[in-house]
C-alpha cells in the first residue's frame, strides 16, 4: 500500500505561480515513477507531468516551459513547481505514482488539490 498526500494549490492570478508537494509513505520501495494528472469540470484527467525513479521526466506539450517537477528522494516527495499559469490550467490536480512491474494495486492516487487561475 502507498499513500499520498498533497498540499499546495490554491487561488492565483494569470501569470502567477504556484507549487504542488506530494509526500508518498508505506510501500514506497515499490513506486517506479511519480507525477501529476489535473481534471478540469466536464473534462477527462489528463497526464501534466511525470519523473520516474531514475530522474526522467516528461510534460504535457501544454505545460511544457512553464511547469517543472522535481523530487526529492530522501523525503519521497515530489513537487511540481508551475509558472505562468494560465487560466485554463484551474483543475484538480491529483497526485498519482506508478510502480514497477512486481508491484500490485498501483496505480496510488491523492485525493486531489483545487488550482484556479483568475484572469
Known amino acids: 500500500q502507498v499513500q499520498l498526500v498533497e498540499s499546495g494549490g490554491g487561488l492565483v492570478q494569470a501569470g502567477g505561480s504556484l507549487r504542488l508537494s506530494c509526500a508518498a509513505s508505506?510501500?514506497?520501495?515499490?513506486?517506479?515513477?511519480m507525477g501529476w494528472h489535473r481534471q478540469a469540470p466536464g473534462k477527462q484527467r489528463d497526464l501534466v507531468a511525470l519523473i520516474s525513479s531514475g530522474g526522467s521526466t516528461n510534460y504535457a506539450a501544454s505545460v511544457k516551459g512553464r511547469f517543472t517537477i522535481s523530487r526529492d528522494g530522501a523525503k519521497n516527495t515530489v513537487y511540481l513547481e508551475m509558472n505562468s499559469l494560465k487560466p485554463e490550467d484551474t483543475a484538480v490536480y491529483y497526485c498519482?505514482?506508478?510502480?514497477?512491474?512486481?508491484?500490485?494495486?498501483?496505480?496510488?492516487w491523492g485525493q486531489g488539490t483545487q488550482v484556479t487561475v483568475s484572469s
Open positions: 498519482y505514482a506508478e510502480g514497477y512491474a512486481y508491484a500490485t494495486g498501483y496505480p496510488y
Open positions: 508505506g510501500s514506497t520501495f515499490s513506486i517506479s515513477a
